[in-house]
């Protein structure tokens, strides 16, 4: 197990998204969403600097996710793997990434929301050890209504003598 969870990590690369990574990047959102972002959204989200991250594997772009970082808290505002790249630990990679760029970046928590219905997404987050802290009523639009959110949030621990010392 270990030695082919390696084998992906080998395999995947990272870079930051740039305006042409977009159509890539919408063709994951728009499989993904019933509302997906526009190529707007994702624009704004460059320009303003936010930790904009494409993940890649030998057939192309295979996953993406979008941070903001103010100070001490960082926000995972969107992520998506590939339909056909799904359930293979694209995914788990991606957020290790996110996870390691928001501590290096100096935050001491990192919030999400996500659809109540997303049971994949949820259970992924919660393999990571975050923690529902709350619900945001119908924060997400559906074709017919609109859905709730879970507000989950994970504390980053600074705790770097543990992280690379056994003394
Ligand atoms: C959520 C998403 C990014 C997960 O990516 P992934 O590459 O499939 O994830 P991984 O293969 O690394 O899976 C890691 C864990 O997530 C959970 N998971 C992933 N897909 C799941 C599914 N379909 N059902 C239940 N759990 C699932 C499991 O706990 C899994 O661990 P396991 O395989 O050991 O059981 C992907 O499903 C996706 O892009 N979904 C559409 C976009 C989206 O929902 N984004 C989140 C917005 S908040």
Not at 44 to 49: A, K, P, T, V
Not at 118 to 123: E, I, K, P, R, Y
């Amino acid at each position: 197990m270990a030695i082919e969870e390696n084998k992906l990590k080998d395999q995947l690369d990272y870079r930051y998204m740039t305006e042409s990574d977009l159509e890539a990047v919408l063709e994951i959102e728009t499989l993904s969403n019933p509302f997906p972002w526009t190529e707007q959204n994702f624009i704004d989200c460059l320009r303003r600097g936010y930790y904009c991250l494409i993940q890649t594997h030998s057939d192309g772009v295979s996953g993406f996710a979008i941070q903001s970082i103010a100070l001490d808290e960082a926000h995972l505002l969107n992520i998506g793997v590939s339909s056909s790249k799904r359930r293979q630990g694209f995914g788990t990679d991606l957020l290790e990434k996110i996870i390691y760029a928001s501590e290096a970046m100096g935050s001491d928590q990192i919030f999400l929301e996500v659809r109540v219905s997303n049971a994949a997404a949820t259970s992924l987050y919660l393999d990571f050890g975050f923690k529902q802290i709350g619900v945001r009523k119908d924060y997400y639009r559906l074709p017919e209504g609109q859905e709730d959110a879970l507000l989950m949030s994970k504390s980053l621990k600074k705790d770097w003598k543990n992280r690379f010392f056994n003394n």
